[in-house]
């Protein structure tokens, strides 16, 4: 291959807003949002043979996720890099449970915070760490959090040498847990409680970004889905649960996948390996009551509107960031999207009696994201009658949600240590007010 084929051949990474310039994995990671205001995608997505996906049940989950990330690289040193971040951020399970006939669980909460965040925020933190040029200095992370990614990001990016990390929470909007989580760290990790809601915590990052004057004078990103470099980890299991099905459950068939979903970075990662070669049936987008997505789907019309409180917290979102995402990897085509993702929403009620027919039916304890994804995914089997496999991703441990599970299956939920631990230690946040000036002030008088 030429010079000038190589130079052609390689992949960039490009805004949703197509206008701005292509860019590097590392440069799209560090900036987080584009210039444009837009979100970042891979110019072309590396397909991956049919002798890979044929091969997958052989592959351990540290083995695709190289063979995913090693085409967004070019230099020996760079792949050396990102399979030593691998090896480093992944090293926990995403075991795939048979909950009974042709239905799975994918576990996702295997990792430090018991969320599938993880997967994301070990790798970008880790990946940070090693490709970002500190002569450019200090990094300051804005992350916006309805519960899971502001603990996971905290652990993610906890001591990383370069990077102060500020979360915004709905101040009385996650689960006791959730808050201990991202409150108790201290060091470079500070927790800003906002009166608000999601929704307010997600605009104020936003407006952030969109400060040229602010850019200026600090070293800004994210590591909310909108990064692509915390994105690309999560498809990292779709492909993995389908190893475990070929090869711990004998099933060839091409799966479908019940994804609860919020901002939907965890349904667009799923989109993601499916561009790159993934069998696939099709995608649910499981949502509770904050149903933008699933409405879209129905009439065609993308309609945010404000967030609603609801017991599967880390999913109420009113107006999801990679929404854009999904249209641009189908070019605007509604047809397409629907022929590839079908929605349904369920409101609380509905979510507290799945928890609890579960557990009477199976032993199988579901937090309330779970739920969600397993009332889709039953509607949705019987409406369209397949007998082909489901996997629902179960997003966290039930133990984060314990005051709501716990009431549904009449017993004490199982605490792991680490989540016992991080209870005992004092709450750090700083209260703020849902206004864009204060948090301006903040970033810029705190270093």
């Keep these: 291959m030429s010079s000038s084929e190589s130079v052609m051949n390689r992949i960039r990474f490009i805004s949703t807003q197509s206008n701005s310039e292509p860019c590097t994995f590392t440069e799209a990671m560090t900036r987080g949002l584009a210039p444009d205001g837009g ?12 002798k890979f996906w044929n091969g997958i049940e052989d592959l351990s989950l540290q083995e695709i996720a190289y063979q995913f990330t090693e085409p967004y690289f070019e230099t020996d040193d760079q792949k050396k890099l990102i399979h030593e971040v691998i090896m480093d951020a992944l090293d926990f399970d995403a075991p795939l449970v048979r909950l009974h006939d042709n239905l799975y669980i994918l576990e996702l909460f295997h990792g430090p915070t018991l969320a599938f965040k993880d997967f994301g925020a070990r790798f970008m933190a880790r990946a940070y760490a090693g ?8 990094l300051t992370i804005l992350v916006a959090t309805s519960g899971d990614t502001g603990s996971a990001v905290a652990h993610g990016f906890f001591g990383v040498e370069g990077t102060r990390v500020c979360l915004l929470y709905p101040s009385g909007k996650v689960s006791p847990l959730q808050e201990k989580q991202m409150t108790t760290l201290g060091k470079n990790i500070t927790a800003l409680e906002i009166e608000g809601t999601f929704d307010d915590c997600q605009k104020l990052v936003k407006q952030a970004f ?3 004057d602010l850019r200026n004078k600090k070293n800004v990103s994210s590591a909310n889905s909108i ?15 389908l190893a475990q099905l070929r090869k711990k459950f004998g099933n060839k068939h091409r799966p479908v996948f019940s994804v609860p979903s919020g901002n939907f970075g965890n349904l667009t990662a799923g989109l993601i390996a499916m561009k790159m070669g993934m069998p696939v049936s099709r995608f649910i987008a499981a949502t509770n009551r904050n149903d933008i997505v699933p409405n879209f789907l129905k009439s065609g019309n993308f309609d945010p509107k404000p967030s609603i409180q609801t017991i599967s917290n880390a999913m109420d979102v009113g107006n999801p960031s990679n929404f854009e995402r999904i249209l641009k990897i189908f070019n605007g085509s509604i047809d397409e999207i629907r022929s590839n993702i079908w929605g349904k929403s369920f409101n609380d009620d509905q979510t507290r009696k799945c928890i609890k027919d579960t557990f009477q039916n199976t032993g199988y304890i579901a937090d309330p994201h779970t739920a969600v994804g397993l009332l889709a995914s039953d509607v949705y089997m019987k409406q369209t009658g397949d007998e082909l496999p489901s996997v629902v991703l179960s997003t966290a441990h039930p133990a984060k949600f314990g005051n709501i599970v716990e009431k549904e299956i009449g017993q004490k939920v199982p605490v792991p ?12 946040s700083v209260k703020m007010k849902n206004n864009y000036d204060l948090f301006r002030e903040y970033l810029l008088a705190n270093n």
């Design 417 to 428: 240590a680490r989540l016992e631990e991080c209870m005992n230690r004092p709450k750090q």
């Design 210 to 212: 969109n400060d040229e």
């Design 131 to 138: 490709l970002h040029d500190r002569k450019h200095g200090e």
């Design 227 to 241: 990064n692509i470099a915390r994105l690309i980890p999560q498809s990292f299991y779709y492909a993995y649960a």
């Design 39 to 50: 979100l970042y995608l891979p110019n072309r997505f590396p397909v991956l043979s049919g």
